[in-house]
């Protein structure tokens, strides 16, 4: 047992461990910490990706027809596949990867007092199947024919048949490319699920686990339960490509629509899946840099399970006009704009939070603020397109363009650089530099806002999605208009280039940046009391838990903050 | 709202105008709210020197009323917006008024082709006239339109009527307007059906009933002459022709 | 070299065992959104019902009995595991893959003689949802097979005993989607 070895020379230990060659440490390493990195890294390449995609297809609607710089002419067809697959890639191979198994893998052992997953082996092949999945996925992009284009919803008959869809093997590999994901996050999510329910350190009660913690595993088990009917639905979208069934085929017997219930019984959780992991970061960035108790602590969770469970019953908003009977529609505007409700009220309980406290700007809380600030504007938004009389004008304009970008970039980018910044010296042993971290922090929310703001007022005029040239719509083809598409790609292009700081600064700070010691915010939770960074196995001597996660400035003692470790 | 950059041509476009400006007023009120209330206490609450942040746990009485009393309101200002979002929905999507006349749009890979009733306002007879990417209709006259496709899905969508609605192959749906406001508008495909998505649109003319009838006149069917739909679907849908493309069907 | 973590039990389950149950919540929504499909579709098309009077409901019934029995035998598995009798278990363990296999080379003859009759996975709706449920869970019989070739190989040496129960666990699943399967796609016309 490498623990007790631990317990008696620790950093001999390690050494005598972790003489292992680098491809054994870092690519077919159990450690849940380099299976952390792993899904981090990846999920930040492919975010680079996904970026560059945007970069192109955002200048061809700002100067359409000319030769984008890197790029070259964007046809239509590209431009369809540019725009599926920048879906895609942030979705599932950004915002899944980072927030949950990322995150997941990093943090929740360290959370929780343990030194590893319960099933490490296990939560290895999780990662490789991921890998799989991303290989597939660039295949899909350069077979022949071009890469996939008929948007990440993939609605049949576009996606089911060559003739319509014309890329027979693009798009294929790029739904082998998500089933295998999803079987990959599968694996990963009961491991999360079964080791934050049984492997907590001796005296966490279920109440004494951090909001993060709980967060990734109620997003975990909403992800495995809501994508069970888009795996079997997968299996039948690729019977249907390649061995000519007929499941989405109305002409055969079968129904499209079908396709967009299993889709979105899984989409719609998905939002709440990648959204709660974000608010979890964002809860323990902002009690630590508050010096503050979080506000309600069970009103918290209990918001989490009431979003999570009300996310199973709000699918068919993103079909009222889709042709479902429309007497449906009229229960599901009911269920959509009361989800409102949990998400409001938690957002209440974070604002309130800030209540007496004694705030400290640091980057990683400049991040989690803006999360709120920019997220509440993405929330409001969404009751437009709940509510089904306005939504018959609003779907698939740019007005849910922009809302969705409004929840998803504060998730996918806000959230995760809060926690990158936060954990950083966990993760390192050293500081990111903070004058850096600021100057990307501002250079990135500024021109967000820059880049959605316009797109909600295009979406008002009517701009509709997916159209790579609006000169065949007379009404959207004025200068107007087209001066705000202009600015929106400026906007990105600034945002774009400030990204080179953080990923300079990361690099840089990664290896010169300022010693850190174990717990460099003085925050309370269990992964401050490891070593920075942490030795597999964690600890020498795994700890006990003795209270709640926000024991911030409790009256009567001297510190400011409480570590749940520490016996009374 | 939207009216500053849409004209509202249909009948509804008011309702769903209106819509979106009490959604607006209701949830615009608290999204301004809870910044204001959030930008001020972070200015605050900024750490200073000596002050130590309170012990607050969520459960005191007189603190956690900031919290019900705004959630309270928050599920009144919800049931507002439901009972007005429905209200509308079953107006356009739900109810059909008898119509005056009733036309036939088909949608297909990459244009949309209409089929008008003609000088006997019935479709299916021999002086039904068909157009391609052009829909001449009737001001102040209730419509119905049969919307089919022949291929993928595709999006019937016209802003300046606030009216949308999916064509899915293997199904005819049947939809209603009731235009208020002559002039030119857009016609697009709002849902994604392949490469030509991006160019298929349609021009909507809302005319007079003497200018339709000079409209009806001059493209009286021309019997035999008969236009294959293979070359509708590939040269594209920018052509603004009217064509007698007859086998619809 | 296991880590700590696997066996500690905050939740007073063994961690396998919880482990198993999730990857259970899983497989049913996975076999409950292809039949909740199939369903809704069935009841839409009256027409495939004369499609699924060429199944043979006989071979069905008997698959039926051949997985409840390999359901019996995997109790008895676990029964043996309990007592510490490893051998035993294992002895058990082959009996229940038995069963398996038998179903399997029944559904083969099935299988053969209705694509012989020229009714294939494309030959029209209920043929689709025919070929892919009961494929899916063929899958699932191969798969808890290997599995349980597996636990009981460790089992004869008496190691890991509480695997055992673990796999019947999965095994009583792989029946009850059966039990699902076999009035929805055979006696169903």
């Known amino acids: ?568 | 709202m939207l009216e500053r950059f849409l004209p509202a041509a249909a009948s509804y476009a008011g309702d769903v105008d209106q819509l979106v400006w009490l959604v607006t007023i209701l949830v615009g009120f608290w999204f301004i709210a809870a910044e204001a209330m959030f930008f001020w206490l972070i200015f605050k609450f900024r750490a200073k020197e000596g002050v130590k942040a309170q012990y607050i746990t969520g459960k005191e009485k007189h603190l956690k009323q900031w919290i019900n009393i705004p959630h309270g309101l928050v599920l009144l200002f919800d049931v507002f917006i439901i009972i007005a979002a429905i209200r509308v929905w079953v107006h356009i999507k739900q109810t059909l008024p008898p119509p005056d006349r009733t036309i036939q749009v088909t949608a297909q890979q990459w244009a949309w082709t209409f089929t008008d009733p003609g000088a006997d306002d019935s479709l299916g007879t021999a002086d039904d006239v068909h157009t391609t990417d052009q829909l001449h209709v009737e001001v102040d006259k209730t419509y119905h339109f049969k919307l089919e496709s022949k291929d993928v899905l595709h999006s019937f969508f016209i802003p300046a009527f606030r009216m949308k609605q999916d064509a899915v192959p293997g199904r005819i749906y049947t939809g209603w307007f009731k235009p208020t406001q002559t002039g030119d508008y857009d016609i697009l495909c709002a849902e994604i059906c392949g490469i030509g998505h991006g160019v298929m649109g349609a021009k909507l003319v809302v005319e007079t009933a003497e200018e339709r009838a000079a409209w009806l006149q001059a493209h009286a069917p021309v019997v035999e002459e008969v236009a294959s739909t293979e070359d509708v679907a590939t040269d594209g849908a920018s052509t603004d022709s009217t064509s007698a493309a007859a086998g619809q069907q | 070299m296991k880590p700590i973590a696997t066996t500690r039990s905050s939740m007073g389950i063994a961690t396998g065992k919880l482990a198993v149950w999730w990857v259970l919540v899983s497989e049913i929504v996975i076999f409950g959104g292809l039949l909740a499909s199939y369903v809704m579709n069935r009841l839409a098309h009256v027409e495939w019902g004369d499609q699924a009077a060429h199944t043979n409901t006989w071979a069905g019934a008997f698959n039926t009995f051949v997985l409840l029995t390999s359901s019996l035998s995997a109790v008895l598995a676990h029964q043996a595991a309990e007592k510490g009798d490893g051998p035993k278990a294992a002895r058990f363990l082959y009996m229940t893959c038995l069963g398996g296999l038998v179903f399997l080379v029944v559904k083969g003859f099935e299988w053969a003689h209705e694509i012989q009759a020229g009714f294939v996975i494309q030959s029209g709706g209920f043929w689709g949802y025919y070929y892919t449920a009961a494929g899916l869970h063929g899958f699932h019989v191969l798969a808890g097979m290997a599995v349980m070739i597996w636990v009981a190989s460790s089992a004869k040496k008496n190691q890991d005993l509480h695997r055992v129960e673990n796999v019947g666990l999965y095994w009583h699943f792989v029946d009850i989607v059966w039990i699902f399967l076999f009035p929805l796609l055979y006696i169903a016309k």
């Open chain 1, 1 to 568: 047992m490498s623990n007790q070895h631990d317990a008696h020379d620790h950093h001999a230990g390690a050494h005598a461990h972790h003489d292992e060659g680098w491809f054994k440490k870092y690519f077919w390493s159990t450690d849940h910490k380099i299976i952390g990195f792993q899904y981090m890294f990846t999920g930040m390449l492919l975010a680079l990706v996904g970026a560059f995609m945007a970069y192109v297809f955002r200048m061809q609607l700002a100067f359409p027809g000319q030769a984008v710089p890197g790029w070259g002419l964007v046809s239509p067809g590209q431009y369809n596949m540019l725009i599926t697959n920048h879906g895609s890639i942030m979705i599932f191979w950004v915002a899944m990867p980072v927030l949950i198994a990322g995150f997941g893998n990093y943090i929740i052992p360290l959370m929780i007092g343990a030194d590893d997953m319960v099933f490490p082996r296990l939560n290895r092949l999780s990662y490789q199947l991921f890998f799989i999945s991303v290989l597939l996925l660039i295949a899909s992009l350069l077979v022949q024919n071009g890469g996939f284009g008929g948007a990440w919803t993939a609605y049949p008959p576009l996606s089911a048949n060559k003739d319509f869809n014309l890329t027979p093997l693009g798009s294929t590999l790029w739904l082998l490319a998500v089933a295998v994901e999803f079987v990959a996050f599968l694996l990963g999510g009961i491991n999360f699920i079964v080791t934050a329910m049984n492997a907590r350190a001796p005296g966490m009660k279920a109440f004494d686990v951090p909001i993060v913690v709980w967060t990734i595993v109620i997003a975990s088990i909403l992800f495995m339960a809501s994508v069970g009917p888009l795996v079997a639905g997968a299996v039948m979208l690729l019977f249907d490509q390649t061995l000519g069934t007929s499941f989405f085929n109305p002409n055969k017997g079968g129904d499209p629509i079908l396709w967009q219930h299993l889709f979105w019984f899984f989409g719609h959780p998905e939002v709440y899946v990648v959204l709660l992991p974000a608010m979890g970061i964002v809860a323990e960035v902002m009690t630590v840099f508050a010096r503050k108790k979080l506000f309600a602590y069970k009103t918290v969770i209990y918001t989490i399970i009431a979003t999570g469970v009300l996310s199973f019953f709000v699918w068919a908003h993103h079909q009222f006009v889709a042709g479902i009977d429309p007497r449906m529609a009229n229960v599901f505007t009911v269920t959509t704009v009361l989800i409102s409700i949990p998400i409001a009220e938690m957002c209440f309980v974070y604002i309130a939070t800030l209540y007496g406290g004694s705030i400290r700007l640091t980057t990683p809380m400049l991040w989690a603020l803006a999360f709120m600030a920019e997220f509440m504007l993405g929330g409001v938004t969404g009751i437009y397109l709940g509510s089904s009389g306005a939504d018959i004008f609003f779907h698939d304009t740019y007005f849910v363009v922009a809302h969705f970008h409004y929840t998803f970039f504060p998730i996918a980018i806000i959230a995760v650089m809060s926690g990158v910044t936060y954990w950083f010296p966990k993760m390192f042993g050293r500081h990111l530099n903070e004058f850096w971290g600021k100057v990307h922090f501002w250079g990135t929310i500024i021109p967000f806002n820059g880049i959605f703001i316009p797109l909600f007022i295009l979406g008002a005029a009517g701009e509709h999605r997916r159209i790579f040239d609006y000169h065949s719509f007379p009404h959207l083809a004025t200068p107007e208009l087209q001066a705000m598409r202009v600015f929106a790609t400026v906007s990105l292009v600034v945002m774009l280039a400030f990204q080179p700081v953080f990923i300079v600064n990361y690099l840089v700070s990664m290896f010169r940046g300022k010693k850190a010691d174990k717990n460099p915010w003085k925050a309370n939770t269990l992964e401050w009391t490891a070593d920075s960074p942490p030795p597999h196995g964690n600890w020498p001597e795994l700890p006990n838990c003795y209270r709640g996660p926000y024991e911030y400035s409790v009256e009567g003692r001297e510190l400011d903050y409480w570590p749940q470790n520490e016996k009374a």
